[in-house]
C-alpha cells in the first residue's frame, strides 16, 4: 500500500510538472527567440565591425604606398643632387614602410576573411530564425484554436523535443565555435613561433632574407639614379 501511495504521489507531481511546461511552452518559446534575435544583432555588430576593420586597413596599405612612391621619387632627386645622406635617410623610412605593407596587407585579408565568415553563418542563422518565427505563429494559432476548443492550452509532446532540439543545437553552435576560436589561437602560437625561429635564422646568414632593409633600398635608388643619369 505505502509503495502505491508513492507511486500515486510520483505521479501526481509528473502530471503538474508536464502540464506546467505545457501551460508556459510558448512563452518560454518567446522568451527563446528575443534571446535569438539579440545574438543575431550581436552577430550583425561583428560583421560591421569585421567589415570596417577590412576597410580601414585597405585605406592604410593605399596611404603607406603613395608615401613610399612620394619618398622614391624624393630620394632619388637627392643622389642626383649629390645629397646622399638625405637619400639615405629617406632609404631607412622606405624600407621600413615597405615591411609594414606586409604587415598591413596579412591584417586585411585576415579582416576580409572573417568578415566573408561571419556574413555566411550570419545568413544561416537568419534564415534558421525565420524558420523559428514561422513555426511560432503557427503553434500561436494552434494554440488559440486548442483554447478554443477545450478551455486550457493542453500540452503537446512534439512540443518539448522541439524545445529540446533547439537548446541542444544552440549548445552545438557554441561549443563549435569555441573549438574554432582554440584552433584559430593554437595556429597563431604556432605561426609566430615560426616567424620567430624564421628571424633568427635570417639574423644569423641562414637562407635568403624576408625584409626588406635600408642597404637594400639605397642600392635600388643608386641604380635608378645611375640609370636615369
Known amino acids: 500500500m505505502f509503495k502505491t501511495i508513492v507511486t500515486l504521489f510520483r505521479g501526481a507531481a509528473a502530471e503538474a510538472q508536464d502540464n506546467l511546461a505545457g501551460r508556459n511552452a510558448v512563452r518560454i518559446l518567446d522568451q527563446q527567440i528575443r534571446d535569438a534575435r539579440a545574438g543575431l544583432e550581436q552577430g550583425r555588430r561583428?560583421?560591421?565591425?569585421?567589415?570596417?576593420?577590412d576597410r580601414a586597413e585597405a585605406r592604410r596599405l593605399g596611404d603607406v604606398r603613395r608615401r613610399i612612391a612620394d619618398l622614391d621619387e624624393r630620394a632619388i632627386e637627392a643622389l642626383r643632387g649629390g645629397r646622399d645622406d638625405l637619400a639615405g635617410e629617406a632609404a631607412v623610412e622606405i624600407a621600413n614602410l615597405e615591411n609594414d605593407t606586409a604587415?598591413?596587407?596579412?591584417?586585411?585579408a585576415t579582416f576580409a576573411e572573417e568578415a566573408a565568415r561571419l556574413r555566411t553563418k550570419l545568413a544561416a542563422a537568419e534564415r534558421r530564425f525565420l524558420e523559428i518565427e514561422?513555426?511560432?505563429r503557427i503553434t500561436a494559432a494552434a494554440e488559440t484554436v486548442n483554447k478554443l476548443k477545450c478551455g486550457y492550452a493542453a500540452a503537446a509532446p512534439g512540443t518539448a523535443l522541439a524545445d529540446a532540439e533547439k537548446t541542444l543545437a544552440r549548445l552545438r553552435e557554441r561549443q563549435t565555435h569555441q573549438d574554432d576560436?582554440?584552433?584559430?589561437?593554437?595556429a597563431l602560437d604556432a605561426e609566430a613561433r615560426s616567424a620567430a625561429a624564421t628571424e633568427r635564422l635570417e639574423a644569423a646568414g641562414f637562407g635568403p632574407?624576408?625584409?626588406?632593409?635600408?642597404q637594400d633600398v639605397l642600392a635600388r635608388l643608386k641604380t635608378r639614379a645611375a640609370q636615369a643619369a
Open 134 to 136: 514561422r513555426g511560432r
Open 181 to 186: 576560436v582554440d584552433l584559430e589561437l593554437e
Open 103 to 108: 604587415a598591413i596587407a596579412a591584417a586585411q
Open 209 to 214: 632574407p624576408t625584409r626588406t632593409t635600408a
Open 46 to 53: 561583428a560583421l560591421a565591425v569585421a567589415i570596417a576593420q
